[in-house]
């Protein structure tokens, strides 16, 4: 069983949006008293024979955080008009944090101590609260003891370094909240995800050129408990729908192409209909072969323009990933650590023109669909907006209870991932800029900076290439050693409207401080839905994770971005389409 849930933690790991962890359903908080689930009780008691805890010489637990997931998934893949898997599962999980010390100093947030200060083990389906208690008793024990460990390389450390006048504690204050939301929604049948999935991927059975193609679809169920030593209590429930339609091929000189179409929303209502599917399909398939006879970009420094897909995608690595008010692991030396806008709070970091708000309380942006939303964050506590950027000022980072510097509590955004510590996440990002112009303005705003850099032509990417969530597939293609991967879709646009498709694009050098030289955006709203990984630490192309998170952004021209392509050599061309 072990096994099972470890290879289901990897599935879940690859798509985008997927439920790894608790994205809560759109309920509102009810006037009325809650009523208790069978599993609050024993849960209760586990937690407060765990606060009793104590090894010879070792600190007590200050804090207890118990979560038990129950999710129901069914999952097809689909190539060339046939199912090459489908399936339908149940699973409970449960996840224990034990801090220890007390909340000026405790073991948390620190990347030298014991990795099982946090304890994700598979729990018993069968309904019989004794069956987990005694898993909650057990999970404790070994969080605790890992707790200690931690506490003490966590305490050395401090000891050999410099002391800080100025130390902040290590956790902080939050209300209790009880609260009970509707109940898990039933998953659709097999035979309907099926049905589509097949059905749009026959669409390329004749098409000999797109070596590789898949259909995915994944719906998700689920319901959460959870419950702490603060007399905290949610139960709440989630559904998540992901589709992503992908393809591969390779240019006449071996160099490999990727695309791919996705989709995510946390409502079965809106899964597409077959036309739907197949429309994204075809106009997939039609993109990829025009970037397969598509020209090698050359060198290039000036004016981009990212449309669409490709805009969301860069805000992205540029602003959402750096968002975090939460302070970066002990010991940080030598290590990238997210949250590069931490020290910038009270400056400009975007044109006077531009908004950014963070809301995980709506599921629903510009009329798009989007995936981080929740009412209660992964620490339990109650979810908000953020007014992260007013007017190209950075005024708000997105916190969760470990304090900082600059965010002294929690504003609702602690999200965890299941293996991970709760930081302060971005969950549904929107960036608005005001006056913003048309596609047609846009473009000719290009060609008007392109003529100032007395070039013949400005640069359009429209698309990245993204990692599958398809186990063996070859689809991540995106340099291992580079933040941004190669482009899926981009074009040279020259004076008088000529669109020249380019292939092999590799941007170059942009940094969060670039947001600053945007020189014009648009009045179109683009989304981009993927699951952030839930380490502390970043690691290149780490593009799929656990945690749901949608941004939602304008296209952007920037007046002077480093373009490269993708330098031979590339794969053998296979000698007969596969």
């Not at 090894?55 to 008009?81: C, N, W």
Request: proline share 7%; with cysteine; glycine share 6%.
């Amino acid at each position: 069983m072990k096994q099972r849930f470890i290879k289901a933690l990897r599935i879940a790991a690859a798509g985008i949006g997927t439920v790894a962890i608790p994205i809560i359903s759109h309920a509102q908080i009810p006037s009325h008293p809650i009523s208790v689930s069978p599993w609050v009780s024993p849960m209760q008691d586990e937690i407060e024979r765990a606060m009793s805890l104590e090894l010879p010489g070792m600190p007590r637990p200050h804090y207890i955080i118990a979560t038990l997931i129950e999710q129901q998934e069914a999952l097809v893949e689909a190539s060339l008009g046939a199912v090459l898997q489908q399936h339908q599962d149940r699973s409970r999980v449960l996840k224990v944090e034990v801090r220890v010390g007390d909340r000026s100093f405790d073991n948390s947030n620190f990347l030298g101590g014991s990795p099982q200060a946090i304890v994700v083990w598979p729990a018993p389906l069968d309904d019989d609260p004794l069956c987990l208690r005694r898993l909650l008793w057990l999970a404790a024990d070994r969080s605790y003891i890992g707790a200690t460990e931690s506490y003490e390389a966590k305490r050395a450390h401090r000891e050999a370094m410099t002391i800080e006048q100025d130390r902040i504690d290590d956790f902080s204050a939050s209300a209790a909240v009880r609260f009970r939301g509707s109940s898990a929604p039933v998953v659709p049948p097999l035979d309907r995800l099926s049905a589509l999935a097949t059905a749009a991927s026959s669409v390329f059975s004749n098409h000999p050129k797109v070596y590789q193609s898949r259909v995915r679809m994944a719906v998700r169920s689920q319901a959460r408990t959870l419950l702490d030593s603060e007399n905290r209590v949610i139960e709440d429930s989630a559904s998540l729908v992901e589709i992503e339609i992908v393809a591969q091929t390779q240019a006449r000189d071996g160099m490999e192409l990727s695309d791919r179409h996705a989709f995510a929303s946390i409502h079965f209502d809106e899964i597409p209909t077959e036309e739907t599917m197949v429309r994204w399909a075809r106009e997939l398939m039609v993109r990829l072969e025009t970037m397969r006879e598509a020209a090698i970009v050359q060198p290039y420094s000036g004016p981009v323009l990212f449309e669409g897909r490709a805009s969301s995608r860069l805000f992205r690595t540029l602003l959402a990933e750096e968002l975090s008010a939460t302070p970066s692991p002990e010991p940080t030396e030598g290590q990238d650590t997210l949250g590069a806008l931490a020290t910038r709070k009270g400056f400009r970091i975007l044109p006077v023109t531009f908004d950014v708000v963070d809301d995980p309380t709506v599921d629903r942006i510009a009329g798009l669909p989007a995936i981080g939303h929740y009412l209660f964050d992964d620490q339990g506590v109650r979810a908000q907006p953020v007014h992260v950027v007013k007017e190209g000022i950075l005024d708000m980072l997105l916190s969760s209870r470990t304090p900082s510097k600059t965010v002294a509590i929690s504003n609702g955004h602690g999200r965890a991932g299941w293996l991970g510590d709760a930081r302060g996440r971005a969950a549904n990002v929107w960036i608005r800029a005001r006056d913003g112009l048309s596609r047609a303005s846009l473009r000719n705003a290009l060609l008007e900076a392109a003529r100032k850099e007395g070039l013949d032509y400005g640069i359009i990417v429209a698309g990245f290439e993204e990692s599958s969530g398809i186990e063996g597939t070859s689809f991540s293609l995106g340099r291992r050693d580079s933040q941004w991967p190669p482009s899926a879709e981009a074009y040279r646009l020259y004076r008088g409207g000529k669109l020249e498709p380019i292939r092999g694009l590799t941007i170059q050098g942009l940094r969060p401080r670039d947001l600053r030289r945007i020189v014009a955006a648009g009045a179109d709203a683009n989304v981009y839905s993927y699951r952030a990984s839930a380490n502390a630490v970043r690691a290149f192309n780490d593009s799929v994770g656990e945690i749901p998170t949608t941004i939602i952004a304008p296209s952007v021209l920037f007046p002077d971005v480093d373009v490269v392509g993708m330098a031979p050599p590339y794969p053998l061309v296979p000698a007969a389409a596969p």
